[in-house]
């Protein structure tokens, strides 16, 4: 089983909802949290960047942390179809620096 | 500024030849990092610097993988004896410094053929 779970969609909605998105993990030690946007062939865009628990926003973009659970969210509001990409969450203990561990990515599509 | 460049965006290569991948990190980054994306999957880690030290390379797969940055600037990912099983994204980021948020680059596609 793999540390982080996110389902890879593909996720359709029409322009102008709400897109949730949500990873699991279970490795307790992760602290820290953050959320990427990849277009087609393209590197990935951080978007969000959270510590621990909580929520944080940015925008039109929201991330929640939610630790006693082990699951994180993000919530992009009035989608429009330059936000269809593959949404990646990503995620760090304290101790290791440089060592992301990434969900395999969801699919978004925001149709017109 | 400039972001994270990575080349070539593109290399084909036949198996058992020698690659080697460059990148170029954001200016004043002291950290840099080098992931591998399978098609369908998310990056996944492969080493990174503090400075021009690997402080992490538990990701590396094999021996035929080694990464340098000599200068604590550019670094350059080596493949030896390539594999088919090597094709993939190699993806490079950098950050101001380790533990900081990460930068990518547009990564270099590597098809081995």
């Known amino acids: 089983q793999k540390e982080v779970e996110q389902d890879p969609g593909p996720l359709s909605v029409p322009e102008g909802a709400i897109v949730s998105l949500n990873c699991t993990y279970s490795?307790?030690?992760?602290?820290?949290f953050m959320w990427y946007r990849q277009y087609s062939r393209k590197g990935p865009e951080l978007l969000m960047y959270t510590y621990s628990s909580g929520n944080k926003e940015d925008g039109r973009f929201t991330a929640q942390v939610d630790k006693s659970s082990k699951y994180i969210s993000l919530f992009i509001r009035d989608s429009q179809p330059s936000d269809s990409a593959t949404y990646l969450c990503a995620m760090r203990t304290t101790d290791s620096w440089g060592k992301l561990q990434f969900g395999a990515g969801t699919q978004v599509v925001v149709t017109p | 500024g400039a972001g994270v460049s990575q080349t070539p965006s593109n290399k084909v290569t036949e198996k058992g030849k020698y690659v080697e991948l460059r990148c170029d990190p954001i200016s004043g980054h002291t950290a840099l990092y080098w992931y591998r994306q399978s098609l369908g999957q998310g990056p996944e880690f492969l080493i990174y610097?503090?400075?021009?030290?690997?402080?992490?390379d538990s990701g590396l797969p094999n021996d035929r993988f080694f990464a340098v940055r000599p200068e604590g600037s550019v670094s350059t990912l080596k493949i030896q004896r390539t594999e088919r099983g090597d094709s993939a994204m190699y993806l490079c980021?950098?950050?101001?410094?380790?533990?900081?948020?990460?930068?990518f680059g547009p990564g270099t596609r590597l098809t081995v053929l």
């Open positions: 610097f503090q400075g021009t030290g690997a402080a992490d």
């Open positions: 980021a950098s950050s101001l410094q380790a533990g900081n948020e990460q930068f």
């Open positions: 490795n307790s030690a992760f602290q820290y």
